[in-house]
């Protein structure tokens, strides 16, 4: 596994390195490639496992979409006040929206269906919301200005499942929902989105449409929250929404002291098993930001999810105990 240590004033690599190396120990107890990128936002000390690989960024993807949406608000060009309705062809799988507001007459603001896509990893309100932004290329456009090159977004949920499944765009008149509907019960569709051993998964790991690096998201991460990306108010928006995640419970936070402030986002899909986000350390600890990317995963979810878990415990408790200086 590649390592990348940095220190700051007060922590030497030399010190960094066991963090690295348990942190390296979890990551062999699966069967699968897990990419590692740790930043301590007040001191800058990094540690990088494996942190410039790319990965497929699942739902962490929808970080990037809401930055690219609340820094058009902050430059006046989108309301995050504005009422969408939801037609029926936006309704996709794997949404609040879908299956608890079934019936015609559902209408959203863009600060809500932001809320849905990071808190509950909606996904119909994820397309919707990308649509109002400008799409896919105005996310990594937006990426790009800000310096960001190893982050892409390529396709909405819609399509990205699409493809993934090797299903064709709904017929006329029908919704992505009512083409997988008909599709209910037929196992190929439980053994696509469970199992890394097929064909497809191989090919969307393979594919560099939608990935990126730990290194890079946790870089992303990092300056959302010191606020360098975003105006005060539209920083604090995301960090809100973010801390009241109910995807992933077994994932960061699963090992962290009870109480420990999170603010994450999760992503899933077959051997794909993702979790990004910032740690609020203990005291005057000050900030973690981590990411932890798992890809070709055969075997459990349980297990992917608690070695997420763990490699999260193992930082909170290294940077939890140092002395730090905090610039």
Not at 52 to 81: C, E, R, V, W
Not at 84 to 113: A, E, F, K, M, W
Request: net charge negative; glycine share 8%.
């Amino acid at each position: 596994m590649a390592v990348q240590l940095v220190a700051d004033d007060t922590q030497s690599s030399a010190e960094l390195a066991p963090l690295a190396q348990e942190i390296q120990r979890i990551a062999a107890s699966v069967d699968a490639t897990v990419g590692v990128a740790l930043h301590h936002l007040e001191s800058g000390s990094t540690v990088s496992v494996n942190g410039n690989q790319s990965f497929p960024l699942a739902s962490t993807y929808k970080i990037p979409m809401a930055a690219t949406g609340l820094h058009q608000a902050d430059q006046g060009q989108l309301d995050l006040a504005q009422m969408i309705d939801i037609q029926p062809g936006d309704r996709v799988v794997s949404s609040v929206i879908t299956h608890s507001l079934p019936h015609p007459g559902v209408s959203l603001s863009l600060t809500n269906l932001m809320d849905l896509m990071l808190r509950e990893s909606d996904n119909t309100a994820t397309d919707v919301f990308l649509r109002a932004v400008g799409g896919p290329g105005a996310v990594t456009q937006w990426l790009r200005s800000v310096d960001i090159t190893e982050l892409r977004v390529d396709r909405s949920t819609a399509n990205l499942l699409l493809q993934f499944a090797g299903l064709p765009q709904p017929a006329a008149g029908q919704s992505y929902m009512d083409q997988w509907a008909a599709l209910d019960g037929d196992p190929r569709l439980q053994v696509y989105f469970t199992d890394a051993d097929t064909d497809a998964y191989r090919a969307f790991a393979a594919d560099p449409q939608d990935q990126g690096t730990p290194n890079a998201m946790t870089g992303l991460l990092a300056r959302l929250w010191q606020g360098d990306l975003l105006s005060p108010s539209s920083t604090q928006l995301l960090k809100d929404i973010m801390a009241r995640c109910e995807t992933g419970p077994e994932r960061i936070p699963g090992q962290l002291p009870e109480g420990t402030p999170v603010a994450h986002k999760t992503g899933t899909i077959a051997g794909t098993a993702n979790d990004a986000g910032v740690i609020t350390l203990p005291g005057d600890q000050g900030h973690l930001v981590i990411t932890v990317f798992i890809k070709d995963g055969f075997g459990a979810r349980e297990d992917h999810e608690r070695v997420i878990a763990d490699i999260a415990r193992v930082a909170y408790d290294f940077f939890a105990t140092r002395d730090l200086v905090i610039q």
